[in-house]
């Protein structure tokens, strides 16, 4: 009997097993969401494009066939979680593994089609490009710390960068027999950790930039603040609760008491100033330097950073250089956290102790998504949805607003006379296209007959393929490449990549990032 019972619960078991892998391979699946910078890039001959598999650690080769449609030759086995990829020349290509911190270089050439050689680099590394005379130096950002790292990272030391850009001789790199290869040099630089990279048309500067790298602004507590007088009536310190300790006596436009909170401030190259304009110096003992893009000398005997460029944006995506003028384009969004309301904009009533005060709203106005054209040290940004109109909030879905929106632009390609930019906007699902010399004068008009709808979402990638009037875009919501015609600029086709992300996050990941879904204003 014992015997029988345990064959069946065995039986029973065996059963489970067999008709639960989908479960279980759900539930094992680890997601990482790396951030990706630069998926894609095409071969010096444009034969082959290369695409990033971010989700299936792998790195794709295809063959671009004569109408400029793409047919899948190969996958290759590269790090964990890979971000960003430079062709090297029509052998190699250098991939960046953010979780695995390592670099992959893989042949792409004659011979077996394999990772041939991983340099070991910092912590959470995000984008390599070329440079230098003749491309000979491989320069890659990381954060200021990992286990590769030979540096001291300083984690509570002042003054310390957090940002290092690794640089890689590749003539020394083929003949390093070393684990891990032997970097050149290492350059810290004074920003938050860094993501993306781009060399000027000469190659002999290298942009870094970081990535979180703020805006100047820093919080005060909530104590202190009831105890020194809040904004933006800094003036109406009273007892409301009968503790007898006054406090920053803000009201709503119902007259309803906010609760006691912090405060952000933000400076303003002389004083820690709140949104009315209150010094809070004495409460804020440090220096806090915006430093955004960083610009490296490649060709120096050991490459160098030569000069700092500030008020680029809060959060830097990717940049590109323009291969005629120089100048360089840099994606990004600008917080506007100083303001300290998220109702609606109004004005504060009048009080025997204050007069009558208008305020501005974080509501509807939050964030903007901006292009800053640097040229020669200085920055000019600009706001690449003008069009909305933020006296007024909030417009029912669909609307005019939200259809002409681009939200957090990213990845971006160039034509080779450096008229077009194209860019990708990550949080609405297409691809803006602007005249270069409009966007560097701000006289653009929000145009949907400017924009190429995408049938996958999340535009990360962008290769420009000029011979064939074609424009490859990595969609990564679906994780795909989408196929644009830039005549029409229309999408006329996809190749979907394999995806092993379980479907509730494919199908979940727009909830998280699409702003022409969740936003009123796109």
């Not at 009037?469 to 005549?487: E, H």
Request: charged share 20%.
């Amino acid at each position: 009997m014992f015997d029988r019972r345990y064959k069946s619960l065995l039986l029973i078991i065996v059963i489970q097993l067999l008709f639960a892998p989908s479960v279980f391979s759900d539930s094992a699946y680890t997601l990482f969401e790396s951030g990706q910078v630069r998926p894609l890039a095409m071969s010096p001959d444009g034969k082959k494009l290369f695409a990033l598999n971010t989700p299936d650690n792998r790195l794709e080769v295809f063959r671009i066939k004569r109408n400029g449609t793409l047919k899948h030759q190969r996958s290759i086995l590269v790090g964990m979680e890979p971000v960003a990829l430079a062709v090297r020349n029509r052998n190699e290509v250098w991939v960046v593994n953010s979780i695995s911190d390592s670099v992959s270089i893989v042949n792409v050439g004659r011979g077996p089609k394999q990772v041939i050689k991983t340099l070991l680099v910092g912590d959470e590394p995000m984008d390599i490009v070329f440079a230098g005379e003749h491309n000979e130096r491989a320069f890659i950002t990381t954060a200021h710390r990992g286990q590769n790292s030979p540096v001291d990272p300083a984690l509570t030391t002042p003054g310390v960068g957090r940002a290092d850009v690794w640089v890689f001789d590749v003539d020394d790199v083929d003949h390093d027999t070393s684990l891990g290869g032997t970097p050149l040099t290492i350059i810290t630089l004074f920003t938050d950790s860094p993501r993306a990279l781009t060399v000027s048309a000469d190659g002999s500067k290298v942009y870094a930039a970081g990535f979180k790298t703020g805006n100047k602004t820093t919080t005060v507590a909530e104590t202190v603040v009831t105890d020194n007088g809040g904004v933006p009536l800094a003036s109406l310190n009273v007892d409301t609760d009968g503790d007898g300790v006054p406090e920053a006596h803000m009201t709503d436009t119902a007259g309803n008491m906010q609760p006691l909170t912090g405060l952000i401030v933000q400076h303003d190259g002389e004083h820690w100033v709140d949104e009315s304009g209150k010094v809070w110096d004495h409460l804020v003992n440090f220096n806090l330097p915006d430093k955004d893009v960083f610009v490296i000398d490649a060709n120096a005997d050991v490459p160098m950073e030569i000069e700092a460029i500030s008020g680029v944006g809060t959060i830097i995506f990717n940049m590109i250089s323009n291969p005629v003028n120089g100048k360089i384009y840099v994606t990004n969004t600008e917080a506007l956290n100083l303001k300290r309301f998220t109702g609606p904009a109004d004005t504060l009533p009048a009080t025997t102790d204050a007069p009558a005060t208008d305020y501005t709203t974080l509501n509807g106005h939050f964030v903007e998504s901006r292009i800053s054209v640097l040229d020669d040290g200085n920055v000019t940004p600009v706001h690449l949805n003008k069009h909305i109109d933020y006296s007024v909030c909030c417009n029912d879905l669909p609307n005019d607003e939200n259809a002409r929106s681009l939200a957090q632009p990213m990845d971006m390609a160039i034509s080779s006379d450096g008229k077009t930019l194209y860019v990708a906007a990550f949080g609405s699902g297409k691809v803006g296209v602007f005249d270069t010399a409009q966007l560097e004068h701000n006289t653009f008009v929000p145009d949907l007959a400017n924009q190429i709808q995408l049938s996958g979402g999340g535009p990360a990638g962008l290769v420009l393929n000029e011979k064939k009037n074609r424009l490859y875009v990595l969609t990564r919501f679906n994780n795909a490449i989408s196929i644009v015609d830039t005549n029409t600029n229309t999408e006329i086709s996809q190749v979907q990549m394999y995806n092993p992300e379980p479907a509730h996050i494919v199908k979940g990941r727009q909830y998280h990032y699409d702003a022409s879904l969740t936003s009123s204003r796109g």
